[in-house]
T-cell receptor
Framework: DADVTQTPRNRITKTGKRIMLECSQT?????MYWYRQDPGLGLRLIYY???????NKGEISDGYSVSRQAQAKFSLSLESAIPNQTALYFC??????????????FGEGSRLTVL | AQKITQTQPGMFVQEKEAVTLDCTYD???????LFWYKQPSSGEMIFLIY??????QNATEGRYSLNFQKARKSANLVISASQLGDSAMYFC????????????FGTGTRLKVLA
């Protein structure tokens, strides 16, 4: 099983619908992140969290909200989806421990299409 | 402001040749880390290599090496003996070790290895 799991992997929805992307991890990391990837723009940070009581906006948080339900779970919501939120969304975790360099560990990605 | 710049949107390399993917960064923080990730067409993000700002030697991982030139603020990825499986998108990323533990990404370089 993957260490960072995202659901759903693919979703097609309509403008105005509420969408939730879920992320769970088994790595025991405190830090969790949501990024979106668009062609030519790389990965941009939406929200990040360092523990269940610590939520921070990234560079493109407008139109999104998050919830850190537990150390292992971090969900991203689009309250009213719009077509320019069509993108590939990644959840990632990080944590310092012996044997790693603090790199991000990514989920498989969730491809969202808003019609 | 902190920034990662990848100026090569796309590159071609002949199989078995070496290739260099460029990355420059901008930060005033003396403590930071630099990462390279590979994203194959399947979409997952694969960590390749890490360089810390205080590391004296360039990082190497198998066929990957990071040409770290601190004064120039560059962290180029060198892939030796390119293979067809190296065809992918490559992202350079930076973490600021002090403060926010945010990771910022460049826009990526798409590498195509030719047989």
């Amino acid at each position: 099983d993957a260490d960072v799991t995202q659901t759903p992997r693919n979703r097609i929805t309509k403008t105005g619908k509420r969408i939730m992307l879920e992320c769970s991890q088994t790595k025991g990391h405190d830090r969790m992140y949501w990024y979106r990837q668009d062609p030519g723009l790389g990965l941009r940070l939406i929200y990040y969290s360092f523990d269940v009581k610590d939520i921070n906006k990234g560079e493109i948080s407008d139109g999104y909200s998050v919830s850190r339900q537990a150390q292992a779970k971090f969900s991203l919501s689009l309250e009213s989806a719009i077509p320019n939120q069509t993108a590939l969304y990644f959840c990632a975790t990080s944590g310092w421990s012996s044997g790693n360099t603090g790199e991000l560990f990514f989920g498989e990605g969730s491809r969202l299409t808003v019609l | 402001a902190q920034k990662i710049t990848q100026t090569q949107p796309g590159m071609f390399v002949q199989e078995k040749e070496a290739v260099t993917l460029d990355c420059t960064y901008d930060t005033s923080d003396p403590s930071y880390g630099l990462f390279w990730y590979k994203q194959p067409s399947s979409g997952e993000m694969i960590f390749l290599i890490y360089q810390g700002s205080y590391d004296q030697q360039n990082a190497t991982e198998g066929r990957y090496s990071l040409n770290f030139q601190k004064a120039r603020k560059s962290a180029n990825l060198v892939i030796s003996a390119s293979q067809l499986g190296d065809s992918a998108m490559y992202f350079c990323a930076m973490i600021l070790a002090r403060g926010t533990y945010k990771y910022i990404f460049g826009t990526g370089t798409r590498l195509k290895v030719l047989a």
